[in-house]
């Protein structure tokens, strides 16, 4: 199964079509952190996060991990842990915070974009995450919660997404 970004408001799975939205400034080959652009490549589907105080439990064959208070994904050009999954302290470490208020983050799907060589300023934090109201991301490509139930339940570690 492949899943394509088809344009700014399309994400293809086989034959099924879903809205989405992508970065306020569009795709690009040449992402720079803040840019909020959206990367262009394939990439594999790593790991999905999701709020247990919010989601029920669903089955999945790609690893589940619960998001916690402390958790956050580092965002900071200059920092060792740039781009990684991390735990929040009293350390003030610029981050994106996982466990947000508002429900883009209920359920968010890692993407293996800038994960396997690190390149600080090359950008951060890229998910599959969920949006109602479609408007542009920083850079990440959103989906209705419908949708990325259904995407959930049909996804395995063989997939990727591409987005061109």
């Known amino acids: 199964m492949i899943i394509r970004v088809k344009n700014k408001h399309i994400l293809e799975i086989d034959d099924f079509q879903f809205r989405c939205c992508i970065g ?72 994106e915070k996982l466990y947000r208020k508002d429900h883009k983050y209920d359920i968010l799907i890692e993407l293996d974009y800038n994960r396997k060589k690190i390149i600080p300023h090359k950008g951060s934090a890229i998910f599959l995450h969920l949006t109602n109201n479609y408007k542009p991301t920083a850079g990440c490509i959103a989906i209705s919660k419908n949708d990325m139930k259904i995407l959930i339940k049909v996804l395995d570690k063989k997939n990727y997404i591409t987005v061109d």
């Open 24 to 95: 306020k400034y569009g795709l690009t080959n040449n992402k720079i952190e803040g840019d909020k652009c959206t990367p262009k490549g394939k990439f594999s589907l790593n790991r999905i996060f999701y709020r247990a105080d919010r989601i029920l439990k669903f089955k999945s064959k790609i690893e589940k991990i619960k998001i916690k208070k402390n958790m956050g994904w580092c965002d900071d050009p200059k920092n060792k842990h740039y781009n990684q999954l991390i735990y929040i302290s009293k350390k003030k470490i610029k981050c």
